[in-house]
């Protein structure tokens, strides 16, 4: 599904260079799940936000589903439709109740093309004027409105509400939920584009630790319904019991990538033995 080809990133202040990724080439297949461990500042959080091009890689290339997302005259707006994202602090529209923060993603998109598509239509019957019998192209069938995306997008908010268990919160704001309860309404926000993808930045470092269990029992549902998914994290145990694989970046460079109990039982490269020495 999304195969990186020496990705490299630099960021630059006042004139001074500071490589944040050294040639990370991975790939991920569909459905995989992939935990990405590290110290902080070793790069993963970059890794993962340049997945998604919300940092244009330096140099290097990200395939995701056939196309290089990272070639700067590809649309990424189209193609980062189908890679949701999940982030530390959760990014809840306060302004907004629950249901509406679900619904505004997939409410814009359908909308989006709605317009495009009466557009074309408009255009094609008035070419169509000067055009013979046997030529006349064809229009787009339109069997939606406004009301109705509105609608349909209400009604799979709430079923994806109903999943996690708080379709009673559907019309309050972010501000009355626990932290629990605002990462797992993130998470099904991103599950509410239908992603083919979905990455966690450090989904359950801004919990209370009673809270941590709700968000990663969400995730591990997830990962049973074959959800692919690469996530940033400090939960060991957790990465241990779900994870297909798990890869350990320092310096901006990936040192280890193995299963979970090669990584954990037998670790290959001496920073990731001292790095889980001192965390485990």
């Known amino acids: 599904m999304i195969q990186l080809k020496n990705v490299t990133k630099v960021y630059e202040t006042g004139g001074v260079k500071t490589p944040a990724l050294n040639g990370i080439s991975l790939d991920i297949k569909d459905g995989e799940y992939i935990s990405i461990m590290g110290t902080s500042g070793s790069g993963k959080s970059t890794f993962l936000r340049c997945l998604n091009c919300m940092e244009d890689p330096t140099g290097g290339q990200i395939i995701f589903n056939g196309v290089d997302i990272a070639d700067p005259k590809v649309n990424i707006n189209i193609h980062r439709r189908h890679m949701g994202m999940v982030f530390q602090h959760f990014n809840l529209f306060n302004n907004k109740t629950v249901i509406k923060n679900i619904m505004l993603a997939p409410v814009y998109v359908k909308k989006q093309q709605l317009r495009k598509d009466k557009r074309h239509n408009a255009i094609t019957k008035f070419t169509n004027l000067f055009r013979s019998k046997d030529s006349k192209k064809e229009l787009i069938k339109i069997t939606t409105t406004n009301s109705r995306i509105v609608e349909e997008c209400k009604q799979e908010a709430i079923e994806l509400l109903k999943k996690i268990g708080l379709e009673d919160k559907a019309d309050v704001y972010p501000s009355t939920l626990s932290g629990g309860q605002k990462q797992r309404v993130a998470i099904v926000r991103s599950m509410a584009m239908k992603p083919d993808v979905i990455l966690f930045d450090e989904p359950t470092s801004a919990l209370d630790p009673e809270m941590v269990g709700e968000v990663l029992d969400l ?14 994290t ?34 290959k490269n001496p920073r990731l033995k001292e790095f889980l020495a001192k965390v485990l």
């Open 219 to 232: 995730m591990k549902q997830l990962a049973r319904d074959g959800m692919t998914m690469i996530v940033v």
């Open 234 to 267: 400090h939960e060991m145990g957790f990465a241990r019991e779900v994870a297909n694989k798990v890869i350990f970046i320092d310096n901006g460079q990936i040192l280890e990538n193995s299963s979970p109990e090669e990584f954990f039982t037998n670790p």
